[in-house]
């Protein structure tokens, strides 16, 4: 009988109910995996979502310090680097009884933050380390390709979300270990068509923080709400930024027609997005965000920044506008909400394209991977 590989994931978040969002990629990789694991994560308030059986989720203490803004003041940015360094140092130090007692196959760290829990079971055991990079963490590497060539040596292979990240790398294609574009998955079990009479109400979903870019998401519904005074905007999800939103909204009188909802679950989020015209994002930077393909599964119509992989994945199946242009934002809601014709278009198109993204075939993409490596 095959001895089973043994997996360690190393996520400085998990899902919880406090924050359901948060870490979703190592739950899905595990839940859709048959290895023995165990999940190394920050330790946060919240019940955590339960795993399949054979994996094992354990909580380490981490101070998890925001970097901020790319052009934030040079000061600022290295203090909160310090302090976010010495808190993974820390972080690390604590994982290496856990690596000792588990002595994984591969350790799979789904950030450059953690890379030095790898290069201790490396050194250890000789465990393979695989390295994920999702959006933020290409452009860093772009910013600073010193830094970013040298993290990038590490790892005996690097996974991304969106091919286009690849090509954002220092190193680029010329990179001399693996490097597997994995996409993102959607769970279609929660996320799918429940065919709801939609109301006139645009959604979005994300943490509301400045990679978000949400004061152009209302800058551009301000301007489609002079002309279209029954539509409204729900924004789900919490951040830094709550306070500083609520504020814009009161400036441009748009007060009483967007709910800024807080966290929800997934349910939550699945029937809202059954409910509305499109899913709008505005981010200045991504890789391939979930959300997208979840909206998509419910066949609801997507608009959003050209950033990251969202416009290959999106296809025809919704419009797609450059970044930090309110008046592309209005001009699309303007477009999905004035013809009906297209937008059934859009959510048939939607809605088939999204089969493609089930964590199944995410899933099975890494497995191979895993196994090469071994061989």
Known sequence: MEKKLKVMRVSATYPRDTLPGAGLHAYYYSMFSDYDEMIVTGKRDGTMFQNREGVEVVEVELDNVPLGKYDENIFARVLKFIRKNNAYNQFAKSVHPLIDAFKPDVIHVVSPMTIKCGIYARKKYGTKIVMSLHGSDALRMKKKPLIGKYILRIPDAVVTVGENMIDLLPLGRSYSKPVVCVGNG?????????????????????????????????????????????????????????????????????????????????????????????????SVTEGFPKVIIEAMATATPVLSSDVGNIASVVQDSGIIFPPSDSQSVCNAMTKIADDNTLWDAYSKKSEIIAQQYGWGEVVAKLDALFRDLLQ
Request: glycine content about 6%; charged content about 25%; some cysteine.
């Open 186 to 282: 959607v769970d279609l079990t929660v996320f799918q068509n429940n065919k709801l009479p939609r109301k006139k109400q645009f959604i979005h979903v994300a943490s509301l923080r400045w990679q978000k870019a949400q004061h152009i998401l209302l800058e551009g519904f301000a301007k489609f709400y002079e002309q279209h005074q029954d539509y409204t905007l729900k924004m789900i999800g919490d951040g830094e930024r709550r306070e500083e939103l609520c504020a814009m909204c009161e400036q441009f009188g748009i007060s009483h027609a967007v709910e800024f909802c807080g966290i929800q679950n997934r349910s939550v989020i699945a029937n809202e997005l059954n409910q509305s015209r499109a899913f709008v994002l505005t």
